[in-house]
């Protein structure tokens, strides 16, 4: 059995951030912010997304996960006629619980939060482009959101387009099903993950600056329970690093999501 919480600022239908459920399964999703052109929002390309992943784990409930990822891709490029290389993109992360086991998978750096581990996919940042150092750097001193932070992001967000969904960049849901089958995936029984927490990058990073950290706790929280730690994570950036010092981000207030997940044999 299994008992999801969740919570998202702003709600999920203002938000590129995405939650949905299936009886044993919870899905996240952080449709990447554009600031380079793009024929539909992220928004819409992850709602879409988020409902075809909950289609075809309904239709095949015990199915391998990448490939309900790689069909759900393919419907939501047909379904919004979208082409590879000039669509919006999202993050995915996926667990399921089925036959005693926990199914895990990461497409993107939205994280999986297990009692002894933290599962997430940091193949973007590994890139270590510099547009990005760049743009942290700036914050970190105090540059603020400005025309040349925002030209620094459009530089990055072209050069990661240039290493979207090929062999030695990155990979990432867009418009290639192809991408579904290098998410990464991990399997572990039920008995060792008694909960999870999943969080989209916006929630995750600053929760573990500012200590919001009790993921067993967390862990069985309620909805509003979750809802009150977004809105202290909101009032941080908003009264304590309105201007990004202290936690360098792309924006002050990046969408937030999170779900908190119990488990039982």
């Not at 895990?104 to 999986?112: P, Q, T």
């Amino acid at each position: 059995m299994m008992r999801v919480a969740t919570a998202q600022l702003p709600p999920i239908e203002d938000s590129d951030d995405k939650i949905f459920t299936t009886p044993n399964a919870v899905i996240v999703l952080d449709g990447a912010s554009a600031f380079v052109p793009v024929p539909v929002p992220a928004s819409t390309y992850a709602d879409e997304l988020g409902r075809q992943i909950v289609a075809c784990l309904t239709e095949q409930p015990d199915a391998e996960l990448q490939g309900v990822l790689a069909e759900a891709i393919a419907l939501t490029a047909k379904a919004l006629e979208l082409e590879p290389g000039r669509s919006p993109s999202s993050t995915v992360t996926m667990l399921r619980q089925t036959n005693g086991v926990v199914d895990l998978l990461s497409l993107g750096d939205s994280v999986a939060i297990l009692p002894d581990e933290v599962l997430t996919d940091e193949r973007m940042d590994e890139l270590d482009l510099a547009p990005r150092r760049q743009y942290r750097q700036r914050l970190a001193e105090g540059g603020g959101y400005d025309e040349a932070h925002r030209a620094l992001l459009r530089q990055l967000q072209t050069q990661q387009g240039e290493r979207r969904n090929r062999p030695g960049g990155f990979w990432i849901a867009e418009a290639s099903p192809e991408a579904a089958h290098h998410a990464l995936v991990e399997h572990r029984p039920v008995s060792a993950v008694p909960w999870a927490v999943l969080a989209t990058d916006g929630a995750y990073n600053t929760m573990t600056h500012v200590g919001l950290t009790d993921w067993e706790r967390i862990a069985g929280a309620s909805s509003d329970e979750l809802a009150r730690i977004l809105d202290r994570c909101q009032q941080w950036e908003r009264d304590k690093d309105p201007h990004a010092r202290k936690l360098p981000r792309a924006k002050r207030h990046d969408d937030k999501a999170i779900a908190a997940v119990q488990l039982s044999p």
